[in-house]
């Protein structure tokens, strides 16, 4: 449980001003169709995630413990940082939302695409590697995508412009330095502190 309700947090917060929230904010200005791009976003997200989760799970069982429990630090430092840079949509994913596929096929691909090597990936392969879970890591994932997501698309541009966008970085970048003094407390005493 511990695993999903901090996945859901942390990637929830992340998300806010990430590339994907604003291509979903493209997409609802684009279409106006909410549920197909929900759903859309869901499976894209889903999919995504569990290759994510898979990949830290897989590298957390190959990997010796102590050197992944400094590599666990590095990544929670290093989102911390990332974190506070603003994204930005590519043109490429503002391109992509104009292929024929219909709304859903369109955003199931362009979101996928924008997710690769994007934050909430990177935070949920991390994660899972962290946790050595699978199953509450990737739903707690695709729950905070959804969390963050599924206002921007229902209320658009009147409920992006609201956000304290810099404020929510801060804080999920707050929230990394706290999972990484963990992580490094489990680094450096193994075998004497549980995970959290």
């Not at 413990?65 to 290093?78: D, E, I, K, T, Y």
Request: aromatic content about 10%.
């Amino acid at each position: 449980m511990e695993s999903f309700l901090v996945s859901t947090s942390v990637v929830g917060l992340a998300e806010i001003g990430d590339k994907t929230q604003l291509l979903s904010l493209v997409l609802a200005a684009r279409y106006r169709k909410p549920i197909p791009i929900v759903l859309g976003v869901f499976v894209a997200t889903l999919v995504n995630h569990a290759c994510s989760g898979a990949l830290g799970a897989w590298l957390a069982s190959v990997i010796n413990p102590r050197v992944m429990n400094w590599a666990v630090v590095a990544s929670f430092a290093l989102m911390a940082i990332w974190i506070l840079v603003p994204d930005k949509l590519d043109e490429a994913d503002a391109v992509a939302t104009k292929r024929p596929m219909g709304v859903f096929g369109t955003t199931v691909l362009t979101f996928f695409l924008a997710e690769m090597g994007d934050k909430t990936q990177v935070v949920t392969v991390a994660l899972a590697a962290r946790f050595h879970e699978f199953f509450g890591v990737v739903a707690g994932t695709t729950l905070g995508m959804m969390l963050a997501n599924v206002p921007v698309i229902y209320l658009g541009h009147k409920f992006a412009d609201r956000l304290p966008t810099k404020a929510v970085h801060v804080l999920a970048a707050i929230i990394f330095v706290v999972l990484g003094g963990f992580a490094l407390r489990t680094a450096l005493y193994p075998d004497t502190h549980p995970m959290f």
